[in-house]
């Protein structure tokens, strides 16, 4: 796997608002919001039904907990494989949450990077003018295909059905890098590790990513319309 600069990536500024929602600050002096702002705007009644209903059945502290838990988790996981990329040291670290999150990088580098020949840059800010922005985690080469890369972290292994948010944010990236890059990317791969070292894969092209890519701007245009 080779880390080549063919894209000429640059920061983008992230701001947050009063009520604590996700923005970006473009060269242009507008702000946009995240992908994630408008994806959590735009949740459907039954999603945030079910999610009430987890944090009522297991109680609001113990439900904070295990957010707060996977939230420290995916991070040391991300910049784990953030190093990895760029071939910076990594190291395993002293407690629990350190090791787990180096454990589960670990199964991503064995198991998803095997496909991935060539990688253009990690942590990517990618915006789609006057409408949002975000940062993807990977770009490269993907069983011989320009993707977009996504690494998460599970509590537990997913079923393809509960990731059509993850399949949203993929297809936001990929359109905003097309129209910054005048590339054609319509491929997405997420790369999942779950806290008991279960690799999972799931990919969206064609005519699958055509239709998911529509959701997202749907969702795009609700967001605006509210």
């Not at 670990?106 to 198991?111: L, Q």
């Not at 005519?207 to 997202?216: I, K, L, T």
């Amino acid at each position: 796997m080779l880390l080549l600069e063919k894209y000429e990536y640059s920061p983008i500024d992230r701001v947050t608002t009063i009520d604590r929602k996700r923005h970006y600050k473009l060269p242009d002096g507008s702000s946009v919001p995240s992908v994630t702002t408008i994806l959590d705007a735009t949740k459907s009644k039954e999603k945030r039904e079910a999610l009430a209903n987890w944090r009522k059945r297991v109680g609001t502290e113990q439900a904070q907990q295990i957010s707060t838990e996977a939230a420290n988790v995916g991070t040391l996981m991300h910049k784990n494989l953030e190093l990895y990329i760029n071939s910076d040291e990594r190291k395993v670290g002293s407690n629990q949450i350190h090791q787990q999150a180096y454990n589960m990088s670990n199964v991503i580098i064995a198991e998803g990077f095997r496909q991935v020949t060539e990688i253009y840059g990690t942590e990517i800010a990618l915006y789609f003018s006057g409408l949002y922005a975000g940062t993807t985690d990977c770009i490269g080469l993907w069983n011989g295909k320009l993707a977009i890369l996504d690494f998460k972290q599970t509590n537990k292994p997913k079923k393809r059905e509960w990731v059509d948010d993850y399949f949203c944010q993929l297809t936001a990236y990929a359109q905003a890098h097309n129209e910054m890059f005048d590339t054609t990317i319509n491929t997405g791969v997420i790369l999942m590790c779950s806290r008991d070292l279960t690799y999972q894969e799931f990919v969206i092209e064609g005519e699958e990513f055509d239709a998911m890519a529509e959701s997202w701007n749907n969702k795009v245009a609700q967001y605006y319309n509210v």
